[in-house]
């Protein structure tokens, strides 16, 4: 009796995962954290009318979702001011993420990203065979010139930027990233992702031609809409490109009261600036509370602050441990010299007021 | 300006999709279906207690749910005997069919299935590279025998087989095809498609051990529990292939009101009972309206009724196109002989009302 044979680019997948979530965590501590300031969450929620949409569409969750995701591609199609062929919708930036690796990369392709960035891109370049290559952050920085240049170099068939950057907070103007639009190599595309982007300073949003095929860009209900586990993630760009996700993608994917969710959010734009000021408003407080402790916090147009610790990587390890141990989920930065911070995500005053006592104690252990 | 260099797979992949949905009809038609019978869908729905933990969750969306899936696992696990090791929980089967697929099948590799089977399960086969093999339905069912055959004829390493069938709603019993387990060649799996088992008689279940390593099966909570809209699915193996999908899987892909409203609807066991009886009250129903009219419904494991249009496919075509111009939204199979029938989901009194008047203007139009 013999078991599945695996492809062998399956069989040389390692089984580790990109994340382990908070449940994992506490599950495995044995309580529920305290605070949960780890996974850039938005704690201020989904607007009000965008739950009450989720809600009403529950009594009728027994019909599929509409697998053209045909209003809510309309809605963002106004939004962006683009058409609904520039737009495909998806189980959040992570499975489009997915999609388009598994578009343009197979064994062997060439793929370009920082070194400390996202791991779930990372994750499916491997999944599906690519050859990733790096670059390191500059001024905790994504440093797009760099990408460029490492992809011209390796012939990459893909280089990811996120802008705003994770897990540093850290950013770079729309027309900046235009500027260099032409320095794309022949045959590349440049994946921006901007699943922050709602939180961050007017003019982040690279202001990138629509029809533009070298250009690939992602947005999220998850961060700014607050709907994190709705999983609706959307893709802009070229119609051709766009149209190639037909060839691949989970048509019956989308849950229908997170399609609904997120055309009511996306409508509420009174909840959004709402967010935008409590998002502002914590990540100035993470900066007064880190302070306090004689700790820099970087600048942030995200909904995380990232805090120097002042030290190494492992020094930082010990606080984020001393954090979780005092039942503040937080995560941190996976690479030198980045992983000399802590990574915390915005919370309301309560959260804060933990974490800030939860910081006093942990680093009054380490006799800081 | 060059465009994405996608794979020579993805080049060659058609935009065809396997369904275009309900809604897409409605647009072009510009005005909805009267009544919803094509999906086979639950329009029972699911447990109140199943809306009222969607409803719940909805409000703490913010939250990524557990990647991990634990609690909903956990209760999969004791419902089925096993172990949490033995279930992986995934965007609806659709998308547990993408990840097995994608583990199995690489370029070249063979697969099996039924003519006219699940087009969903071929999508993905195609969209992976496969090169699938079909065997005809035998007496309108799927027929494992022969599928086996071609199994090790081509030296397969995967074949579906759905039980109970869609679209024709047959089905074989448990202990039948755990009879021909052996017959699974060296290196296959089988893999077992039970999304409609709830709704099929008792001992409908292949009960296969398992750790057996040359079978998967997949459950839903689409149809029996009535949560289509939601996205939930799930596979049962071997504990070793299920860890496998931890390589691929997007972690964070499922809907935290999905899970939660999963774990209620399998506790309520009061629930799946009723529901049960008003499916086989309605595949009467179907089948006494069918014979109204002089035709025969074939009988049904199922929320859905395949009935026998009694010509050719082109004729059955001409009924499914009367009964959408009727307002009434049906499916018929793609292959013949199965395509001389039209498929009518289960429907509550009123739907059946509006299928029966419908069936009456539409047989007279065409002089029956």
Redesign the interface.
């Known amino acids: ?10 069989q040389s ?3 580790t ?5 908070p ?2 965590q506490e ?1 495995a501590m044995g309580h529920p954290f305290d605070a ?1 300031l780890g ?1 850039n ?6 607007a009000p009318s965008a ?1 009450a949409a ?2 009403d ?12 995701s ?1 209003d809510l591609r309309n809605a963002l199609a106004d939004f962006h001011n683009a058409s609904r062929s520039n737009i495909v919708v998806g ?2 930036i ?2 489009l993420l ?1 999609y388009v690796v ?5 064994s062997g ?1 060439t793929v370009v990203t920082s070194l400390g960035a996202y791991p ?1 891109f990372n994750y499916h370049v491997a ?1 599906f065979g690519g050859e990733l290559h790096s670059v390191p952050y500059k001024n905790d920085a994504e440093d797009l010139p760099a990408l460029l240049a490492k992809a011209k170099e390796v012939r990459a ?1 893909l280089v990811y930027f996120a802008n705003p950057d994770n897990p540093m907070g850290s950013w770079c103007s729309g027309p900046e990233i235009v500027s260099q639009i032409d320095d794309i190599p ?2 590349c ?1 440049l994946l921006i992702d901007e699943a922050y982007v709602e939180l961050a300073p007017e003019g982040t949003a690279a202001p990138v031609s629509i029809d ?3 250009v690939i860009r992602m947005r999220t209900f ?1 961060k700014g809409y ?6 609706v993630g959307y893709a802009l760009g ?1 119609a ?2 766009i ?2 996700f ?3 993608r ?9 399609q609904a ?1 997120a055309l009511a959010a996306l409508q509420d734009t009174e909840w959004l600036s709402q967010t935008q000021e409590k998002v502002a408003a914590a990540r100035n407080a993470i900066t007064d509370i880190a302070a306090k402790y004689g700790l820099k916090a970087l600048p942030s147009a995200t909904n995380f602050v990232a805090i120097d610790c002042g030290r190494d990587g492992t020094f930082a390890k010990l606080i984020l441990d001393g954090l979780v141990a005092n039942g503040i989920f937080v995560r941190m930065p996976f690479v030198a010299p980045q992983n000399r911070c802590i990574r915390i995500s915005c919370g309301s005053e309560r959260e804060l007021a933990l974490l800030d006592a939860a910081l006093e104690t942990v680093l009054a252990d380490h006799n800081c």
């Open positions: 009796m013999t078991g599945p044979r695996f492809t062998p680019l399956a997948l390692p089984s995962v990109p994340f382990v979530g449940e994992a599950r949960r996974a969450e938005n704690i201020f929620g989904p739950i989720m809600q569409t529950a009594s009728r969750i027994w019909m599929y979702g509409d697998p053209e045909h189980e959040g992570d499975g997915g598994r578009l343009l990369i197979h392709d779930t999944g068939k022949d045959g595309v533009d095929p070298r998850s607050g709907m994190a586990g709705a999983r070229n051709e490109f149209k190639a037909e060839k691949i989970n048509h019956f994917g989308m849950n229908r009261a997170s969710g």
